[in-house]
């Protein structure tokens, strides 16, 4: 199973971005998926989450601006980031939780790093003020 982030860059506050993650090794429609980023000198934290079903979770401080969702014929999981804010700054991590079509109803099952089984790289998305 492999996972590959892009998409981050360089943007002024205010603007957007787009993060991609490209899955290979699993259907996505069938797995849990999940962002989250990690700032320096700061642990790694629970952007959003997506369901096999659809149900989506977010971090609330990032609710009404980021969107998460997935392309289930590519296998590609989408992190939609508008009205980006100087804290967004971080490397971003898309995640997969190995449970087949997982059924735990606990929002925080889904916010958890150590749910996730395999990780992407991280792109690099920085939002200057």
């Known amino acids: 199973v492999q996972l590959q982030a892009s998409g981050g860059g360089l943007v002024t506050a205010g603007g957007s971005l787009r993060l991609s993650c490209a899955v290979s090794?699993?259907?996505?429609?069938?797995?849990?998926m999940g962002w989250f980023r990690q700032a320096p000198g700061k642990e790694r934290e629970f952007v959003a989450a997506?369901?096999?079903?659809?149900?989506?979770y977010y971090l609330d401080f990032v609710k009404g601006r980021f969107t998460i969702s997935r392309d289930n014929a590519k296998d590609l999981v989408y992190l939609q980031m508008d009205n980006l804010k100087p804290e967004d700054t971080a490397v971003y991590f898309c995640a997969l939780d190995n449970l087949f079509r997982s059924s735990v109803q606990d929002s925080n099952y889904y916010m958890r790093r150590s749910t996730y089984d395999y990780w992407g790289q991280g792109t690099q998305v920085t939002v200057s003020s």
């Open positions: 090794g699993r259907t996505v429609s069938n797995y849990a």
């Open positions: 997506i369901r096999p079903g659809g149900k989506t």
